[in-house]
Structure formats: structure tokens, C-alpha cells
């Protein structure tokens, strides 16, 4: 933990071009931990399940990948966490799933917040974090009364989808709060999951003015571990919670107070 350049893994996304199956990170959570956290990105990939890929599994166990990194980073991803994980209903035909990524992210935290590796995760990796540490999803938030359409609107372009779009509520003396100096800020929103039951020990540092929870985080003597629903990798060169939040999770990782 006390490398002068930090190695963080990043689970990566399965994807499917043509016949083949790939696996990737999109550039902008490369840049984010690169820069933003002062830190060297490393592919993790997913191997469960996988017709062509070896399953790593067999050649090295969950400790002993988390022993060669200094920190996680969980990306968002069109795909959703299967319900099978959180013991949810059969997804709808049509939902984009990826339980190659499953099988790795779900393992990989546990193991991570054992050995007290600073975890940051956002989007499908804020979703992951808590349905790995026992909690439950709803599958599609906007079909749940009293909670707004938190997805993002696919006509736009990319920087119309990823420009901010509601408020989230800051809990007096938590995290963001104190990253801030403010009690609520404005979000990007580009998800249909969401935390239905939050997993026992992770504490919510954030709300929608419609009460879905939107960061969460376990900090204590031995973790440093942060989700967030929204995307802050966007702009996090610029946006100041973005910095703030990146540099952070690199100050942990350096064990910089």
C-alpha cells in the first residue's frame, strides 16, 4: 500500500462483436483512476462462465489477485446485476445482463473489504457493492411508485446524457459533506437499477429528493470503501465533487490523510 504509483483493478465488461466475445473498460474510468486518483488502471477480467476464456479462477484465488492491487474500481456498464444474485425476479427479455462480471465483481469486493482494499464504485459497481455485501436491487426503478425515471434520455448526445440532472441530499457530517461543504449537489443519472434493501454495513451518504439512495459508503479503522450511482468519472478533471471523490480514493490507496 505504500507504492508511490498505486495499482487499481477494474473488472471488465464482456462484450460481444460479431461471433467473438471481448473484454473491455471504457476509456473515461481508465482516465478518471489514471489522473483524477493518480493511480495505474489494470484490466481485471471476468472469467466465470466464459466459452472462451480460461476460468482464472482454478490458477489464482479472490486473495490472491487482491494482494497485487492497492485498490478496486467498479465501472458502470450498460448490463445489469442478475437478479439471481439478490434472489429478485427473472429479468424481462431484452435486459442486457453480464454474468461473467458477476461472478468476478460479486467475489472480488468481498474479499477486497476483508484485506482492507479502498474500493470506489460507481453506477453497476455502486449496484454490485451492495447486492455483493447482502443487499437487494430493485430491477427497475422507474417502474416502482414514488420513484422518479432516474435513466437517461437517449436521444441526447453524450454530453446531453451525462450533464446534471437532479439533486442528491447530503446527511449532515457524512463524506460528501464534508468534501463539499455543501448538504446537496447536482448528478448525472443514467441507471434503471437501484439499492432496494441496503446491505447491512454500508451507510448512506446520499439521497434523490425522491428517497432512492445514491452513495453509500463503509469507513471505518480498516475499510475505505465509497459507491455512488451517479457518474463521477465524467468531468472529473473539472467537476469539484468529482476531484475531491477521485483524489480520495488515491489518498487512501496512499494512505494519505
Avoid at 23 to 32: D, F, L, P, S
Avoid at 150 to 177: C, S, T, W
Wanted: include cysteine.
Amino acid at each position: 500500500m505504500s507504492k508511490k504509483l498505486p495499482l487499481v483493478g477494474i473488472p471488465c465488461d464482456v462484450i460481444q462483436n460479431g461471433l467473438h466475445s471481448f473484454q473491455g473498460i471504457g476509456e473515461k474510468y481508465i482516465n478518471a483512476v489514471a489522473h483524477g486518483a493518480g493511480a495505474m488502471p489494470i484490466g481485471l477480467p471476468a472469467f466465470g462462465g466464459s466459452v472462451d476464456l480460461i476460468d482464472l479462477s482454478t490458477l489464482y484465488g479472490m486473495d490472491e489477485i487482491v494482494e497485487r492491487i492497492d485498490g478496486l474500481f467498479l465501472t458502470g456498464s450498460p448490463s445489469n446485476v442478475h437478479p439471481d444474485n439478490y434472489n429478485g425476479p427473472a429479468p424481462k427479455p431484452g435486459i442486457m445482463e453480464d454474468r461473467q462480471r458477476d461472478s468476478l465483481t460479486l467475489q472480488l469486493i468481498r474479499a477486497c473489504v476483508e484485506q482492507s482494499v479502498p474500493i470506489l464504485a460507481v453506477c453497476r459497481g455502486f449496484q454490485e457493492l451492495n447486492v455483493a455485501l447482502g443487499g437487494s436491487l430493485h430491477a427497475e426503478v422507474h417502474n416502482v411508485p414514488g420513484f422518479q425515471d432516474h435513466r437517461e434520455d437517449k436521444q441526447l448526445d453524450r454530453q446531453g446524457q451525462y450533464a446534471p440532472r437532479h439533486n442528491v441530499n447530503f446527511p449532515d457530517h457524512g463524506l460528501f459533506a464534508q468534501l463539499t461543504g455543501d448538504s446537496k449537489y447536482q448528478v448525472n443519472s443514467l441507471h434503471g437499477q437501484g439499492i432496494d434493501r441496503l446491505a447491512d454495513g454500508l451507510k448512506v451518504e446520499a439521497t434523490a429528493d425522491d428517497g432512492l439512495i445514491e452513495a453509500v459508503s463503509k469507513i471505518d479503522h480498516s475499510n475505505w470503501v465509497v459507491g455512488v450511482q451517479w457518474h463521477p468519472e465524467w468531468l472529473y478533471q473539472s467537476n469539484p465533487l468529482s476531484v475531491a471523490l477521485f483524489r480520495a480514493f488515491g489518498q487512501q490507496m496512499r494512505k494519505i490523510d
